[in-house]
């Protein structure tokens, strides 16, 4: 079982950035599909980005593609979330999700996701 932390998130003004770190302790990290989902408040849990367990392989929802950058260092037992050009849309509880299975079609599927982080705010003023 991987035990996930999240840190990083904030306030921050409309066009800036944040990046977001989730701390993994647990020997099968590198074994994993890492993924970031949201919730905002009222809304469903949704798919923000995934990477694969050698982090070659990444993911985006359409609405944050070009704008979030996942990456992950396996030497460290961490995966990052940079966020730039942020929208008061982007306000939300990010959450971090590990996944012990191969790089598939179900990697932006919250249901798949066998672990996850206690969630970190994000707050983004207009």
């Known amino acids: 079982q991987v035990q996930l932390v999240e840190s990083g998130g904030g306030l921050v003004q409309a066009g800036g950035s944040l990046r977001l770190s989730c701390a993994a302790s647990?020997?099968?990290?590198?074994?994993?599909?890492m993924g970031w989902f949201r919730q905002a408040p009222g809304k469903e849990r949704e798919f923000v980005a995934a990477?694969?367990?050698?982090?070659?392989?990444?993911d985006y929802a359409d609405s944050v593609k070009g704008r979030f950058a996942i990456s992950r260092d396996n030497a460290k037992n961490t995966v990052y979330l940079q966020m730039n050009s942020l929208k008061p849309d982007d306000t939300a509880v990010y959450y971090c999700?590990?996944?012990?299975?191969?790089?598939?079609?179900?990697?932006?599927?919250?249901?798949?996701?066998?672990?996850w982080g206690q969630g970190t705010q994000v707050t983004v003023s207009s």
């Open positions: 990477a694969s367990w050698s982090g070659k392989l990444t």
């Open positions: 647990g020997r099968t990290f590198s074994s994993t599909t």
């Open positions: 999700a590990a996944r012990r299975a191969p790089w598939d079609m179900m990697k932006n599927q919250a249901y798949a996701y066998d672990a």
